[in-house]
């Protein structure tokens, strides 16, 4: 029975690996640099698209997400759907990226939501939350907690359809060129700080100032602000904020776990063919992940550097400055919802998830940091201890 059994599996296992490598020539073929010309005779149809982004052209992090989004859907699509990428300025400034997709003057863009909240204020949600939920929150509630639905009802008006385009983690609070030692201190200090947190940075008695991040080292080194948050260690180094910036506090109670968003337009989308849109959505899901392990990796990386070779001074933020932060936030929020009704729908869902969310990392990730904590040596930011 043995013997009869030999030459059917060694049929099949011939025939699947005949059929990988011919599945792997094709995909070559298919990608290949001569893929343009063959695609003209009108055997293959290209899609070109224009990307337009709210950060500066090769900006590590956030401005290697909107590229490796366009890199994932050339390449699963064949070269069939191709994405250009233009940086902040290079079509439409900063903050003209989404009217920009809305309009069709580009069909896709990279950006932060809370960048829009004049014309949707709701928009903040899918940002960062002062106090709110943290990366790993977020994306559960987006996923599988009803948010990306309701993003999707916020932005249909302008006919524009968001993915989650990535998260930063956790941010620092900033870097400040003036040492906090209490809430009197933030009094009529000028700070970069955008979306609902500058709305709470007013209200602790500090002063707002909506800059766009390729303008935050000259205006920290000019004496226009005092203060400016960026993102974390990996972009802010990349900015060269420690050479303009006395003081690198934390955490960073204004964005826990800051999203990023790629936004579609909708009729962009809808007129591809149905094997594209799901490379789209697939190619957008798969850059959201990935950002967070780049920042993840790189902000451990570049603290090292900004400790052992820039000296950085790095702080907590005083308790009293946090107390005055937190009670501003929950005045701001209050705000927001009552005054409009959308942005009431979705604070309702987004913190009566991050309330069961609490609850379970209370047992979950905040017992073992503790645990871990306790059993390993303390962690000290100083030069010496991170050499």
């Given at each position: 029975?043995?013997?009869k059994?030999?030459?059917?599996?060694?049929?099949?296992?011939?025939?699947?690996?005949?059929?990988?490598?011919?599945?792997?020539?094709?995909?070559?073929?298919?990608?290949?640099?001569?893929?343009?010309?063959?695609?003209?005779?009108g055997?293959?149809?290209v899609?070109?698209?224009?990307?337009?982004?709210?950060?500066?052209?090769?900006?590590?992090?956030?401005?290697?997400?909107?590229?490796?989004?366009?890199?994932?859907?050339?390449?699963a699509?064949?070269?069939?759907?191709?994405?250009?990428?233009?940086?902040?300025?290079?079509?439409?400034?900063?903050?003209?990226?989404?009217?920009?997709?809305s309009?069709?003057?580009?069909?896709?863009?990279?950006?932060?939501?809370?960048?829009?909240?004049?014309?949707i204020?709701?928009?903040?949600?899918?940002?960062?939350?002062p106090?709110?939920?943290?990366?790993?929150?977020?994306?559960?509630?987006?996923?599988?907690?009803?948010?990306?639905?309701?993003?999707?009802?916020?932005?249909?008006?302008?006919?524009?359809?968001?993915?989650?385009?990535?998260?930063t983690?956790?941010?620092?609070?900033?870097?400040?060129?003036?040492?906090?030692?209490?809430?009197?201190?933030?009094?009529?200090?000028?700070?970069?700080?955008?979306?609902?947190?500058?709305?709470?940075?007013?209200?602790?008695?500090?002063?707002?100032?909506?800059?766009?991040?390729?303008?935050?080292?000259?205006?920290?080194?000019?004496?226009?602000?005092?203060?400016?948050?960026?993102?974390?260690?990996?972009?802010?180094?990349?900015?060269?904020?420690?050479?303009?910036?006395?003081?690198?506090?934390?955490?960073?109670?204004?964005?826990?776990?800051?999203?990023?968003?790629?936004?579609?337009?909708?009729?962009?989308?809808?007129?591809?063919?149905?094997?594209?849109?799901?490379?789209?959505?697939?190619?957008?899901?798969?850059?959201?992940?990935?950002?967070?392990d780049?920042?993840?990796?790189?902000?451990?990386?570049?603290?090292?550097?900004?400790?052992?070779?820039?000296?950085?001074?790095?702080?907590?933020l005083?308790?009293?400055?946090?107390?005055?932060?937190?009670?501003?936030?929950?005045?701001?929020?209050?705000?927001?919802?009552?005054?409009?009704?959308?942005?009431?729908?979705?604070?309702?869902?987004?913190?009566?998830?991050?309330?069961k969310?609490?609850?379970?990392?209370?047992?979950s990730?905040?017992a073992?940091?503790?645990?871990?904590?306790?059993?390993?040596?303390?962690?000290?930011?100083?030069?010496?201890?991170?050499e």
């Amino acid at each position: 029975m043995r013997e009869k059994q030999v030459l059917p599996v060694i049929v099949v296992g011939l025939t699947a690996a005949l059929v990988a490598v011919i599945a792997l020539w094709t995909l070559d073929r298919v990608a290949g640099p001569d893929q343009a010309a063959s695609s003209q005779d009108g055997s293959v149809e290209v899609i070109e698209w224009k990307l337009v982004t709210t950060w500066p052209k090769g900006l590590p992090g956030l401005g290697a997400a909107p590229e490796n989004f366009a890199r994932r859907v050339n390449e699963a699509s064949g070269g069939r759907l191709r994405i250009k990428v233009f940086g902040a300025g290079e079509i439409v400034p900063t903050f003209e990226v989404f009217d920009a997709v809305s309009r069709g003057v580009a069909e896709a863009g990279h950006g932060a939501a809370y960048y829009w909240k004049g014309k949707i204020p709701a928009s903040v949600f899918y940002t960062a939350v002062p106090f709110g939920m943290t990366a790993q929150e977020a994306n559960g509630w987006l996923h599988y907690g009803g948010g990306l639905e309701l993003w999707r009802e916020l932005y249909a008006p302008f006919g524009v359809v968001p993915f989650a385009g990535g998260s930063t983690g956790v941010q620092m609070a900033g870097w400040f060129n003036i040492r906090l030692n209490s809430r009197d201190d933030l009094e009529g200090l000028k700070m970069r700080i955008p979306g609902l947190a500058g709305e709470v940075f007013d209200a602790a008695g500090g002063s707002a100032v909506r800059i766009a991040g390729g303008e935050v080292y000259t205006s920290m080194q000019t004496g226009v602000i005092d203060a400016v948050e960026w993102v974390g260690p990996y972009n802010d180094r990349t900015l060269g904020l420690m050479e303009v910036g006395d003081y690198y506090y934390y955490p960073g109670w204004h964005e826990p776990g800051a999203m990023l968003e790629t936004i579609v337009n909708a009729e962009a989308l809808a007129a591809l063919p149905e094997d594209l849109q799901a490379i789209v959505r697939v190619a957008a899901r798969a850059t959201n992940t990935d950002m967070l392990d780049d920042f993840t990796a790189n902000n451990s990386e570049s603290l090292q550097i900004l400790l052992t070779e820039f000296d950085t001074e790095v702080l907590p933020l005083p308790d009293d400055v946090m107390d005055a932060l937190y009670e501003s936030s929950q005045v701001a929020i209050e705000a927001l919802v009552n005054a409009d009704p959308l942005a009431k729908k979705i604070a309702a869902s987004y913190f009566a998830f991050a309330e069961k969310v609490r609850t379970y990392h209370e047992i979950s990730e905040r017992a073992y940091f503790n645990v871990r904590n306790r059993l390993l040596p303390p962690v000290s930011l100083t030069a010496e201890s991170a050499e």
